[in-house]
């Protein structure tokens, strides 16, 4: 499948009431930590990012939510195409200015 087809495909089948659900499940565990808020499997990135990552970050990011991706998944350009699709989430010069990030691998 060529970087195009990946760019559309996979993300929320109703944009709305789905954004909602991984919403509420992310508030949930922030309000409770420690707690697992399962999550359907809303969203289908492209590898090595997960479909629960790729749900949260559909939830969060819009245009005005700077959006840092760690190395890993920096080089990836079907995962950059999906975000950038998806999100229309910019990509800052240096993970100091985002808003959000997203990281394969934990520091």
Do not use: Y
Request: charged letters at 15%.
């Amino acid at each position: 499948m060529d970087i195009a087809a990946q760019s559309i495909e996979g993300g929320f089948a109703d944009p709305v009431f789905n954004a909602q659900t991984v919403f509420r499940a992310v508030m949930d565990a922030m309000a409770r930590p420690g707690s697992v808020q399962p999550l359907p499997a809303l969203a289908r990135p492209p590898a090595p990012l997960s479909g629960t990552a790729g749900a949260v970050a559909l939830a969060l990011c819009d245009n005005d939510t700077p959006l840092w991706l760690d190395p890993a998944l920096h080089t990836s350009a079907a995962i950059g195409s999906w975000l950038g699709f998806h999100t229309g989430a910019p990509k800052p010069p240096s993970r100091a200015r985002a808003a959000i990030s997203l990281l394969r691998e934990p520091w």
